[in-house]
């Protein structure tokens, strides 16, 4: 399986943060994640994963909602890392 480095972007809430360490040991650093102020009502929250390439490239998004089982509204974006 050939993996991918992604950069995601995801709203900051219990689902999303249950998802990432569900999936901890697909971080691609140590430190996991980060929370930041995104303005007002809601926070954000920055997550480099190893991923499999493949499904990345067949699925997509839909991949990473999957993975992290959290609701596509949950997911900003997401870039593969160079």
């Known amino acids: 399986m050939a993996t991918i480095t992604l950069n995601l972007e995801l709203h900051s809430n219990n689902r999303v943060t249950n998802g990432l360490y569900e999936v901890e040991h697909l971080w691609a650093c140590d430190e996991g994640f ?15 994963i190893d ?22 509204g ?6 593969v890392a160079e």
């Open 74 to 79: 949950d997911l900003i974006s997401s870039e």
């Open 51 to 72: 991923v499999d390439a493949g499904r990345y490239d067949s699925e997509g998004d839909a991949y990473i909602v999957s993975l992290l089982q959290i609701l596509p």
């Open 34 to 48: 980060a929370i930041y102020p995104r303005g007002g009502f809601r926070d954000g929250i920055l997550a480099a």
